[in-house]
């Protein structure tokens, strides 16, 4: 190998390994992270079967978004959601998930509904409470 060659490779490794630096930087923390992008990514793996990716669900599983939602939730809080979600979801394992994994959950079908909120649903009762599921103004 001539030198050249050995400089323009050494010059190729350092860019590559300056911009791997800087997309780590830039890449959301992975446990934590954002509860829209946790959320979203364990409705489609412990809901969607039944209530379809879209929310709209089918003939024998109820919709979570669209009129049926409003009917059925408007008015209500975020902690009634997340209790009966609680409760009785999935419902070929209830109660099988963490808690904090259904205020995620929650916190992805409320936003799917614009449902005004501002910042992260935790698991706590009085937190939950105060969110009240209503139409985006
Ligand atoms: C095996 C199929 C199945 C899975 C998986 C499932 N559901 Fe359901 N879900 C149903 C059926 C059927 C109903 C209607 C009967 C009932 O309310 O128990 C329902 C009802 C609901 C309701 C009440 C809807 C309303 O407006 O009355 C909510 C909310 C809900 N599911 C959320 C969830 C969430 C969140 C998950 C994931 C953690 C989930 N479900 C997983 C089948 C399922």
């Not at 997309?23 to 979203?40: E, F, L, N, V, Y």
């Not at 003939?59 to 959601?81: Q, R």
């Not at 979600?85 to 109660?95: F, I, L, Q, S, W």
């Not at 799917?112 to 009240?132: Q, R, S």
Request: hydrophobic residues 40%.
């Amino acid at each position: 190998m001539s030198g050249l060659r050995i400089v323009a490779l050494a010059v190729f490794v350092g860019w590559c390994s300056a911009l791997i630096a800087v997309s780590a930087q830039g890449a959301p923390a992975q446990a934590g992270g954002d509860q829209q992008t946790r959320g979203k990514a364990l409705y489609v793996d412990k809901c969607s079967a039944c209530h379809q990716e879209t929310l709209k669900g089918t003939t024998e599983t109820p919709p979570l978004s669209g009129d049926m939602f409003w009917m059925n939730w408007e008015t209500y809080s975020a902690n009634n959601l997340f209790v009966q979600v609680k409760a009785t979801m999935p419902e070929d394992n209830p109660g099988g998930l963490q808690p904090q994994e259904y205020a995620d959950i929650i916190a992805y079908i409320l936003k799917f509904n614009e449902v005004p909120m501002t910042g992260d649903l935790t698991t706590d009762t009085d937190a939950l409470k105060k969110v009240i599921i209503k139409k985006k103004e």
